[in-house]
């Protein structure tokens, strides 16, 4: 799919290797479970330079390495902008947001060498950046994308003001952030509606509350589980499949992020795209989350 007006074309179900380096896969079996996400049809991998401690690109890299055929067969996204203490950086020495020109461009430089890649799909700014100066974001973007280094621009967990900030000095193609049954902030606090007017697709992460949604035994999770259990019989899945449908049928049209290695639970998101949910089921998991009926 075509996330924005000129942008690239993604697949709505997006690979998240977050947690890659938790998953003790060998660098073949790492090739295996790429091919296994392309056999389901997902074709676009999220990243981000300090995942996994700073190792989960160069864990991709490998793979690409071993199997250089995959590479063509995938869009990558990555992030920059944050930094933290590290054996792999033995130079930081404090936890900060990062959004200088020159962190940019040198985080850029080193995901690619990390990746083993010449080029990446789409860059995102990681977190909103208090001291971020729109101007020099801008320019690094531009000289990234004249250097052929990054095709495509992004944000990850920005405000739609702050959205709107630095698109307005160089165009954006989406912005990542969280929204589940647990989480509906991006749907009242304007992500969503300011994504239908610039009509961008928005990356969606941890859908299922990083498994919360499952587990929470609190009176609100405990709702949740019965009518995600009702409904599931009703559409003849699992509740983890109507979980993410009721992200997917947002009228936004979202990318949804994985984060596990397990290929059950990959198919399960891929499945969760044909699950298409009534308004009365879709508003009785809403009643679910809120404990209020609408008004």
């Known amino acids: 799919m ?15 290797l977050w947690r890659l380096s938790s998953w003790q896969m060998s660098p073949s079996e790492r090739v295996l479970f790429l091919r296994e996400a392309l056999d389901l049809g997902i074709t676009t ?5 300090i995942y996994g401690d700073y190792t989960s690109e160069t864990l991709l890299g490998e793979a690409f390495a071993l199997a250089p055929d995959l590479r063509q067969q995938f869009q990558i996204v990555t992030k920059c902008g944050i930094q933290f203490p ?10 900060i947001y990062n959004t200088s020109g020159d962190h ?14 010449d080029q990446i799909d789409l860059l995102l700014i990681h977190r909103p950046d208090p001291l971020m100066q729109a101007d020099e974001v801008a320019e690094a973007f531009e000289q990234l994308e004249r250097a052929g280094k990054v095709k495509y621009f992004g944000v990850s967990n920005f405000t739609p003001t702050q959205f709107e900030l630095l698109n307005a000095r160089y165009p954006l193609v989406t ?14 606090d304007g992500s969503f509606d300011l994504c239908q007017r610039l009509r961008l697709t928005p990356m969606i992460w941890s859908a299922l509350g990083g498994g919360r949604l499952f587990t929470d035994q609190s009176q609100v999770g405990l709702r949740l589980q ?13 509740a983890a499949v109507v979980a993410m449908a009721w992200v997917l049928n947002l009228p936004t049209r979202p990318m949804l992020l994985t984060g596990s290695g397990r290929v059950k639970v990959l198919t399960e998101a891929v499945q969760a795209l044909d699950c298409q949910l009534s308004k009365g089921q879709w508003f009785d998991l809403w009643r ?5 009926d609408i008004p």
Request: net charge negative; glycine share 6%; aromatic share 2%.
């Open 86 to 95: 590290s054996a792999q950086r033995p130079t930081q020495t404090a936890h």
């Open 45 to 49: 991998i999220d990243q981000a330079d």
């Open 104 to 117: 940019i461009k040198n985080s850029v430089n080193q995901s690619l060498q990390n990746m083993q890649v």
């Open 2 to 16: 075509q996330i924005a007006p000129d942008g690239p074309e993604f697949s709505r179900i997006v690979l998240g």
């Open 175 to 188: 912005n990542q952030v969280e929204c589940s049954l647990l989480n509906m902030s991006p749907i009242y």
């Open 226 to 238: 019965r009518v995600l259990a009702k409904i599931a019989d009703e559409v003849n899945g699992s």
């Open 288 to 292: 679910a989350a809120t404990g209020e």
